[in-house]
């Protein structure tokens, strides 16, 4: 035995720190349940309420004064309108500027200015894409209140999310891929394009897929580019006017009248089922193509 | 076996200098690094169309009312007739009531979760709760802050009899949950990386899980931690549907987070939903706000930055 050990004491304060630990595990756990606890709660709140109003005419109504006949089609056409713009858009500059950044880019000062300006981007507050969306699309490029000027909008606010992904699926496709590339002859593009490129896309897919639902439920940069509510019509084209889910969630929230908090009960609902489906998609596409090197 | 020919007979050499001779293929491999890198410029023209437009309109904002009034007013009347007043104080005390009660809420609930999931909790348990606390973060701000105006602050009223129906402690609270996934991941994600080796040590010495949570992951591990609050705080300071829709708006200078408020992102909102024309005072004070906003979440940003750099233990 050590001698400056007291085995009694050592024994004796044992069980005390067990108990604590045991304590402590219990509370750890139980925060981690309050995250599970909340989002149960919210998911039954809006089921709840908002599942009576939910039916084929809300689906297929127009926006209306009386909530009984209030519907949400211009908002949800308008919100797959947005998808169609924001998705090229923001693809083609968030894979490029990532190929550039992981493939091309050298160690110096401008690409190491690019790579922090991207991560400062991302905290950037939504609202504020918002102000930049109003003075350089809807008013300097007088693009209006269009499906074009919000798309714009949203893929800058998306695009780093995007970039990091991009470059995430990128640096995941091995070396050797490139060397055996390179070693049968071929250029530097052509390795980019035919190898790295199709290794890369299913982790690049699942990135974007989710950095798209969440331009799909961003609501503060629409509010500032001032995206109409009340629109009793669908955009017939990109330079349309034309409202979104969340817009019409948010006046419907904001009414005074009891019936139309349902109402927007039951808009979450479509916005949520939208958001579920886009993100199955993208966990699909994760587990049935991700490459395993 | 029968071997397939090429129609000419050509050894791979001469096939890779045939090929590489193209002039359209030369073409390709110059133009596609500087098409890429215009691509990679565009998140940097973002950046620049930020802060230009935010500065520019914010100084056509300062021809119409005096910088001293707008940094040091206590009050925040853009909308009284007579005399409007724009001290933007009261707008940056509210963001920062409600930023306040969502780190309350988030950071011990955060950071409890995280040494959970990365201490205690089983490798099925995990892959079981992370993917919630995932969904938890992809729900909509505009969903979060109907949930706060609709459920937490009835609930609330149940328990505080004298809070009003716009508060600042509904939202705070809700935010608080919105930003708590963010921390418990980013802040597991750092406790993960600190080796095993060191837990092995201390349990080999006789300490208890807890005992190696506290006294060796969380310390080894601080740096991710510290930055995983700090992004969430900026995160909760740039926040806007949820105070919007249960923060009220009234910009008031005082510390009370029962009574109705208005925050910096909750005014730009109010003021895009209301008729202010262009090129008005009030038009150009969203922008002013914004600019105040910008500079605290850059600040933010740039802190989370340079806490996760200088301070990283290297294992």
Same mark, same amino acid.
């Given at each position: ?293 | ?75 925040? &009347?853009?909308?009284?007739?007579? *005399?409007?007043?724009? =001290? %933007?104080?009261?707008?940056?005390? #509210?963001?920062?009531?409600? +930023? @306040? ?26 892959? &079981?709760?992370?993917?919630?606390? *995932?969904?938890?973060? =992809? %729900?909509?701000?505009?969903?979060? #802050?109907?949930?706060?105006? +609709? @459920? ?164």
């Amino acid at each position: 035995m050590v001698k400056y050990v007291d085995h009694v004491q050592v024994v004796k304060r044992m069980n005390g720190r067990l108990v604590v630990n045991k304590m402590f595990k219990i509370v750890f756990l139980l925060a981690t349940l309050f995250a599970l606890a909340a989002l149960g709660v919210l998911v039954y709140r809006m089921f709840d309420q908002g599942w009576g109003y939910l039916s084929a005419d809300f689906i297929t109504n127009f926006a209306s004064r009386f909530p009984e006949k209030a519907g949400i089609k211009a908002a949800l056409i308008g919100s797959m309108w947005l998808m169609v713009v924001v998705a090229p858009i923001s693809l083609l500059l968030g894979v490029g500027t990532a190929i550039y950044l992981e493939e091309y880019a050298k160690q110096n000062r401008l690409n190491d200015f690019i790579r922090m300006n991207i991560s400062n981007l991302a905290g950037v507050p939504s609202i504020v894409f918002g102000l930049l969306g109003l003075t350089i699309f809807v008013r300097s490029l007088a693009l209006g209140k269009s499906v074009l000027a919000a798309g714009l909008t949203m893929s800058l606010l998306i695009l780093p999310v995007i970039i990091v992904a991009a470059q995430e699926a990128i640096r995941a496709v091995p070396k050797e891929l490139r060397e055996a590339s390179y070693g049968m002859g071929a250029t530097k593009w052509q390795t980019i394009l035919k190898v790295v490129l199709p290794s890369a896309v299913p982790g690049i897919l699942t990135g974007s897929i989710l950095a798209l639902s969440r331009a799909v439920g961003e609501t503060a940069p629409l509010v500032v580019l001032g995206i109409p509510v009340i629109v009793h019509f669908l955009p017939n084209g990109i330079l349309s006017e034309f409202t979104a889910l969340p817009m019409q969630i948010f006046d419907w929230a904001k009414r005074p009248q009891e019936e139309f908090q349902y109402v927007a009960a039951a808009g979450i609902l479509v916005l949520m089922t939208f958001l579920v489906i886009l993100n199955s998609i993208a966990v699909f596409i994760r587990n049935k193509f991700q490459n395993r090197y | 076996m029968v071997m397939k020919q090429p129609a000419e007979k050509l050894s791979v050499q001469e096939l890779i200098a045939q090929s590489r001779s193209k002039r359209s293929k030369k073409v390709v491999e110059k133009i596609m690094p500087i098409l890429l890198f215009i691509t990679a410029l565009i998140s940097v023209l973002t950046t620049f169309g930020i802060v230009f437009t935010l500065i520019f309109e914010t100084i056509e904002f300062f021809t119409k009312v005096s910088v001293i009034d707008f940094l040091f007013g206590t009050e925040w &009347l853009p909308f009284s007739g007579k *005399e409007p007043m724009y =001290g %933007i104080l009261p707008l940056i005390l #509210g963001t920062l009531k409600v +930023t @306040f009660i969502a780190v309350l809420v988030a950071v011990p609930l955060g950071i409890a979760a995280a040494i959970f999931l990365s201490e205690y909790a089983s490798d099925r348990t995990r892959r &079981l709760i992370k993917p919630v606390l *995932e969904v938890l973060a =992809g %729900i909509p701000t505009i969903v979060y #802050g109907f949930f706060a105006l +609709t @459920f937490v602050t009835p609930v609330l009223q149940e328990i505080i009899p004298g809070l009003k129906i716009f508060n600042a402690l509904s939202p705070g609270i809700v935010v608080g949950i919105m930003i708590l996934p963010m921390i418990a991941s980013l802040s597991e994600d750092a406790m993960t990386s600190v080796p095993n080796a060191m837990r092995e040590g201390a349990l080999a010495l006789g300490s208890t899980k807890l005992e190696v949570a506290i006294k060796i992951v969380l310390p080894a591990a601080l740096s991710g931690i510290l930055a995983s609050v700090v992004l969430a705080v900026s995160r909760a300071i740039g926040e806007t549907m949820i105070v919007s829709l249960a923060g009220g708006a009234t910009p008031k200078f005082d510390f009370n987070v029962t009574d109705s408020i208005q925050t910096m992102t909750a005014y730009i909102v109010q003021v895009s939903t209301g008729d202010a024309g262009y090129g008005t005072t009030i038009y150009y004070s969203i922008y002013s706000v914004g600019f105040t906003l910008f500079l605290f979440t850059l600040l933010m940003n740039l802190l989370a930055h340079f806490i996760s750099k200088r301070f990283r233990e290297e294992y």
